[in-house]
C-alpha cells in the first residue's frame, strides 16, 4: 500500500524558513514524478512545484519561484521542499502528491488520481 508522508510544516514569521519532507513507502519511488501542492482555507487546492522522476528537472507555480526549491533523493524514497523567504499567502496546508507521469500532468493532476499524502499545515504570521 501506497503511503506518503509529510513532516516539517509549522508556524513561522514572515520572511523565515521551512523544509518539507515527504517519505515514500510501497511504491517504485524512482519511477514516479514527485510534487507538492497547498490548499489555504477557502481556497481550491493549487500546484506548488513537482520534480521528475530521475530530480533532472524542477517545475514551480509563479508565486514560489526563487523561493521555493524541490529536490529528491531516490536513494532514500524522499522528496524535499525548502521554502525560504515566506509569506503570509504562503499559509495552507502543503500536500505531498505522486504521480507516474511527466511533470505537466502532475500540474494538472485531479485529487483523484496519483497518490497523495494526509497533508501538513504551514503558518506564516506577518
Known amino acids: 500500500q501506497v503511503q506518503l508522508v509529510e513532516s516539517g510544516g509549522g508556524l513561522v514569521q514572515a520572511g523565515g524558513s521551512l523544509r518539507l519532507s515527504c517519505a515514500a513507502s510501497?511504491?517504485?519511488?524512482?519511477?514516479?514524478?514527485m510534487g507538492w501542492f497547498r490548499q489555504a482555507p477557502g481556497k481550491e487546492r493549487e500546484f506548488v512545484a513537482a520534480?521528475?522522476?530521475?530530480?533532472?528537472?524542477?517545475y514551480y507555480t509563479d508565486a514560489v519561484k526563487g523561493r521555493f526549491t524541490l529536490s529528491r533523493d531516490n536513494a532514500k524514497n524522499t522528496v524535499s521542499l525548502q521554502m525560504n523567504s515566506l509569506k503570509p499567502e504562503d499559509t495552507a496546508v502543503y500536500y505531498c502528491?505522486?504521480?507516474?507521469?511527466?511533470?505537466?500532468?502532475?500540474?494538472?493532476?485531479?485529487?483523484?488520481?496519483?497518490?497523495w499524502g494526509q497533508g501538513t499545515q504551514v503558518t506564516v504570521s506577518s
Open positions: 510501497g511504491l517504485t519511488f524512482k519511477t514516479y514524478t
Open positions: 502528491a505522486a504521480k507516474q507521469s511527466n511533470i505537466q500532468a502532475m500540474v494538472i493532476m485531479s485529487s483523484t488520481s496519483g497518490y
Open positions: 520534480v521528475n522522476w530521475f530530480g533532472s528537472t524542477t
